[in-house]
């Protein structure tokens, strides 16, 4: 069993910067890939990235690439996204996962309750 808390969201300018967190309970917190991803309103949750279980290999959906970097420091049991250049369109609830390492939410096991980003233009 994974429990997962996202911290770091918040209100930012077009251009700023933030750095999410997702702390993991459990000590299989290393075996596991863990992802991000994010839902507007009125939107369907979107991958974002994801990062395997030692942080060998990354992947991210084409429209952060280039600003977002995903990490993970597995003796802290935790994962980071580090979000740059924020743009209005990444305004979002965004949700940490475990799992598979994976572009598709189902393959996932465990999730965060989410923590919200808004980019103001």
């Known amino acids: 069993q994974v429990q997962l808390v996202e911290s770091g969201g918040g209100l930012v300018q077009t251009g700023a910067s933030l750095r999410l967190s997702c702390a993991a309970s459990?000590?299989?917190?290393?075996?596991?890939?863990m992802g991000w991803f994010r839902q507007a309103p009125g939107k369907e949750r979107e991958f974002v990235a994801a990062i395997n279980w030692n942080g060998d290999y990354r992947k991210y959906v084409d429209s952060v690439k280039g600003r977002f970097t995903v990490s993970r420091d597995n003796a802290k049991n935790t994962v980071y996204l580090q979000m740059n250049s924020l743009k209005p369109e990444d305004t979002a609830v965004y949700y940490c996962?475990?799992?598979?390492?994976?572009?598709?939410?189902?393959?996932?096991?465990?999730w965060g309750q989410g923590t919200q980003v808004t980019v103001s233009s």
């Open positions: 996962a475990a799992g598979a390492y994976s572009y598709y939410a189902p393959n996932y096991e465990y």
């Open positions: 459990g000590r299989t917190f290393s075996t596991y890939a």
